[in-house]
């Protein structure tokens, strides 16, 4: 369980720099930037399950050590939009026992600019009752609610949140939707899409990039580079990415959904690929590379890939996996800048960045 200690945040994050720092350091890396998070109402995504006792049910999450739930009454770590949601819901839940018959599990999705979407997963078929019942609660929430049951989905207006965030006096929107990828901290995310837009940046040559996900970093990015080319699996994201594009009027930025292993075989002319073809990838010159991976990591033929680059951003959410990627790269690449975000406080998780530069 979460311990909620505002009190300590600067100690807890200091040993869990002091641990990073000792992991990495056969790697010669410089000492961190540390940037901190709000100590509360960082958090834009929440989940809880909803626990069912006689009539009554409360939001509940699980002890690691007994598998028992644990009643949350209060989330001060979540954004100000989830914490003025959370006790109105359930309120409305209890009130009505269609709305509470076999509720499953609460998501809620925010923003830095305050809009907020609430899916709500069920055990059960949602009919015309349901949506009728919900149609007025998402009206007192101020808020887009989603049904979900087994294949089943039901959108009362919209499925995703317009995040709006301003980088160096320049103001950039994210699409993001319900169910895919998006940065839990968003200051920290602001801080997170500062820092790469400082350490990257060539003009007259182009970026490629690696699990772009939602286009989070490319656009922030676009302007340091002639072109842009990002890279991601996930369909849905992609959606959001090309939204994203045409909504920050970004002309240099291609995207492709394709997984890093596929990059990895188009870059390195091991197949052809209809989505990336040969004459595509000959257009650019690429300087620089910036990886996203998932927590395990990039696998070892995208880590020789991106050796050929002369600049790599290497944003971290496993310090062990980055820690195993460095002991390749650092054969052709010393590590020139690093940077820590507390993207989690109060948990063990720490989000590395570091550029590399050829040796």
Known sequence: MLSFQPDQYESLLQAKVERVQALLAPYDVPAPKVHQSPTSGFRLRAEFRVWHEGDRCFYAMFDPETKRPVEITEFPIAAEPIQEAMPALLEAVHANPHLKRKLYQVEFLSTLSGELLICLIYHKALDAEWEALARPLQAQLNAKIIGRSRKQKVVLSEDYVIERLSLDDKSYQYQQFEGSFTQPNGVINQQMLNWAKTHGCDPNRDLLEMYCGNGNFSIALAANFRQVLATELSKTSIHAAQFNKN?????????????????????????????????????????????????????????????????????????????????????????????????????????????????
């Open 247 to 359: 909504a920050n009027y970004i002309e240099n930025l291609t995207f492709v959904r394709m997984s890093a292993e596929e990059v990895t075989q188009a870059i390195q002319k091991v197949r052809p690929f209809r989505r990336l073809p040969e004459a595509l990838v000959e257009s650019y010159d690429f300087s620089t590379v910036l990886v996203d991976p998932p927590r395990a990591g990039l696998d070892e033929a995208s880590c020789r890939m991106i050796q050929s680059y002369e600049r790599i951003l290497y944003i971290s959410c496993n310090p062990n996996t980055l820690a195993n990627n460095l002991s390749l790269l650092n054969n052709s690449h010393r590590v020139t800048q690093f940077a820590v975000f507390d993207q989690f406080p109060y948990t063990e998780h720490l989000e590395c960045a570091v550029l590399l530069e050829r040796r």
